[in-house]
């Protein structure tokens, strides 16, 4: 059986899947030459990430794909209900970047209150001229312990940001409409572990009381931060989404920068994707990164051989 990772596997899936006899092609196809491709090669499974688009047309113009795997937690480039209606298996990892976006999450956090986002603007320019100005500045970030974080969604990801904020001494508070409690254990070097109970709570109670909200919800046919959300937070309250462009309102994020109710902000993804607006861009209170939350070497390893695993399990003949 072939199987065409289009936005690329791991090695060790890879390895999982030769040694289970099925045949791995590696490559890129662009998204016009797909359908020919699949069919002149007679592929049997897709893999694919964020880049490629698996719609219902291809579907039913490549009869013989059997399964689509997809790379991380975001599904919003398959028509899964389609896919699933038609006897295609859909398979995904939602758990394995969970670590990687959580990390990110901090790498702003940690960034954004000592102003590295904007420091590491200005000493390339200025440091040799301007160095005790710029210390002068600089010299008045804040700790994250003893703070309060926000979390907008409690699954597998806002689990893992709070892991990290329990890490640090900070004070947790999360909503989700799913999830009422969960139990969020600290795994140590030494063997060692300790678990705490999180409660959820009302997500007007957390925009109220949180110093910095994160937020980690699927996508959603409205904002969930937008113009209403930032007058109930706190002035001076610290902003980061690594979740998805669209859930959180730009324009108004941008006004909430200038009018000092948000201190700053940290954004991996964009409403405009792949051109993000610039008014973000060149925002010297917004810290960046291009969409790049689960891209680490081991979330890529645990994709590549969850995907890998689970294909075998449903394919292997």
Known sequence: MKILANDGISQ??????????????????????????????????ILVGNNTQVRQELMEACPSIKLIGISGVEIDNVDVDYAEDNGLLVINTPAAPSSSVAELVFAHLFGMVRFLHSSNREMPLEGDSRFNDLKKAYSYGTELRGKTIGIIGFGKIGQEVAKIAIGLGMKVLATDKQVSSAAITLEFFNGQKTTFTIDTVDKDELLKEADYITLHVSAQEDYIIAKDEFEKMKDGVGIVNTARGGILQEVDLVN??????????????????????VQLLMNSEVSLTPHIGGATV????????????????????
Do not use: H
């Open 298 to 317: 081991e979330a890529q390893d645990r994709v590549g051989t969850e995907l890998a695993n689970q294909i075998v399990t449903l394919l292997k003949e």
């Open 12 to 45: 060790s899936g890879i390895d999982i899947l030769e040694k289970n006899g099925f045949e791995v092609l590696n490559t890129k196809v662009a998204q016009n030459q797909l359908e020919n491709f699949i069919n002149e090669e007679n592929i049997d499974a």
């Open 256 to 277: 909430a920068i200038d009018s000092g109710k948000v201190q700053f902000a940290g954004l991996d993804v964009f409403e405009t994707e792949p051109t993000p607006a």
